[in-house]
């Protein structure tokens, strides 16, 4: 499986996990690297990923599947990464990401409810707040060591990921008295 996207820094990177079954058909994911790339073009996705094969000492030759978003670069019938292993190993078979087809469906219900939209772009704008001013993120710190010690750090909201969201959403509501200070803070 492999995934590419942009850093805070602004830098295209690529995760690569490999989903294998062990002898008692157990199955296991393995972070395998995240690479800084120049490009996401299917050409260097796909070295990339031969690459990382090479050097974990993983033939090809045993791949049975390739799992990417639909984006053209990934799943491209004629020139995308899929095509790209498919044409080095045709049993390396592509299947589209159910997560990410599954997060894309998430997201279009929450677009169509008014209460999701509002609650989600509160807690974005709360992120932003304290994520772009250093006074604030050191006051919510205090606070949360003062307040809440056994809490989880507030966490920023991912605006693609939902196993983000939920994180941020979720430390939003175990925060919620701390933030509630910090904004009373804010406007002293």
């Given at each position: 499986?492999?995934?590419?996207?942009?850093d805070q820094s602004n830098r295209e990177q690529v995760v690569i996990v490999l989903r294998h079954v062990d002898s008692e058909l157990n199955v296991h994911e393995e972070f395998?690297?995240?690479c800084m790339v120049p490009s996401?073009?299917?050409a260097t996705l796909t070295n990339v990923i031969l690459d990382t094969l090479v050097r974990m000492n993983i033939s090809?030759?045993?791949?049975?599947?390739?799992?990417?978003?639909?984006?053209?670069?990934?799943?491209?019938?004629?020139k995308g990464v899929a095509a790209n292993i498919t044409s080095k190993e045709p049993r390396a078979v592509y299947t589209h990401?159910?997560?990410?087809?599954?997060?894309?469906?998430v997201g279009d219900t929450v677009k169509r409810s008014k209460v999701m939209r509002d609650?989600?772009?509160?807690?974005?704008?709360?992120?932003?707040?304290?994520?772009?001013s250093p006074r604030r993120d050191t006051i919510l710190?205090?606070?949360?060591?003062?307040?809440a010690p056994d809490t989880p750090g507030f966490r920023v909201l991912c605006p693609t990921r939902w196993s983000v969201r939920a994180a941020s959403l979720n430390s939003v509501l175990k925060n919620y008295s701390v933030l509630q200070s910090l904004w009373e803070i804010s406007y002293e």
């Open positions: 499986m492999v995934d590419e996207t942009t395998m690297g995240l996401i073009d299917a090809l030759s045993k791949c049975r599947g390739q799992c990417y978003d639909g984006a053209s670069n990934m799943s491209g019938a004629k990401c159910y997560g990410h087809a599954l997060n894309l469906a609650s989600l772009d509160t807690v974005f704008e709360m992120s932003k707040l304290i994520k772009y710190e205090q606070l949360k060591r003062e307040m």
